[in-house]
């Protein structure tokens, strides 16, 4: 019931063909009280653990790639997805700036080995799509790479598809005005400030940059088999849990069906006396 529901959400919330008038908006939509939030996301999770279970019996291979603005919401999306499945099927994949050996190989070669298994769900906090945003961006990369790069993705996209693999690609999108806040609410708190690279400060002058190379992105890489779903996400409850549902929509899983589950009865003692030994117990301050 909650994944039909959840579907239905999805569909009915899907963007409309076309991303020309992606810096629009139309108003934002009240915000969300944590406990309505907190109640639709238990729901979803519960939905995420019956996917999990049915990518582990089917041999699902799933790849979901998030990219988006600066700010906009990746890493928080990716763990509400993750925190309540086992990380042995949903694996996370966040590749550091590549190594100087990794720059004299063919450019899709690095994420190769990431790739899902059967039983996996591989999601990439940001991924190939470096060479068609920040690359060309930041001038680290030629305009005839990035080129070739957006030339050949939907082949090697149409390879991954034709083998097997669910290929989902979410785009992020936020304002440049909430960008703006959310970037100066982690200049004084110690627990966001690791978020605010010297890279974030010199990509936030680049705001239009970015839009032009997000478009010619999407024209040249929005395919049949490997489309891109954009989720605005000024408002982050709405924008995860609108994330969540559509993710589940994509994937042709079964609800897990109740378990009769009774604990069985412990042992006996027989005789066992804890032993007096001189443990080391942490502080218990709170």
Known sequence: MAKHKHQ?????????PGTARLEARTGPPPKMKRKEYE????????????????VKTSGARICIVFEGRDTAGKGGTIKRITERVSPRVFRVVALAAPTEREKSQMYIQRYLPHFPAAGEVVIFDRSWY????????????????????LELTPAVEKAMVDDGILLLKYWLEVTADEQTRRLKSRINDPRKIWKLSDMDLKSYRRWYDYSRARDAMFAATDTAWAPWYIARTD????????IISHLLSQVPYKPLTPRDVTL???????????????LRYIPAPF
């Open 39 to 54: 109640r639709e996301m238990r729901l979803l999770h519960g939905e995420l653990v019956a996917m999990q279970e049915w």
């Open 235 to 242: 408002n982050k409850r709405r924008g995860r849990l609108n």
């Open 8 to 16: 239905q959400r999805a569909l009915e919330d899907q963007v409309p």
């Open 130 to 149: 470096n060479r068609a945003g920040v690359e060309p961006v930041m001038g680290f990369c030629t305009p005839a790479e990035t080129k070739r790069f």
């Open 264 to 278: 069985p009865n412990r042992q006996r003692a027989a005789g066992y006396v804890p032993p007096d030994l001189a």
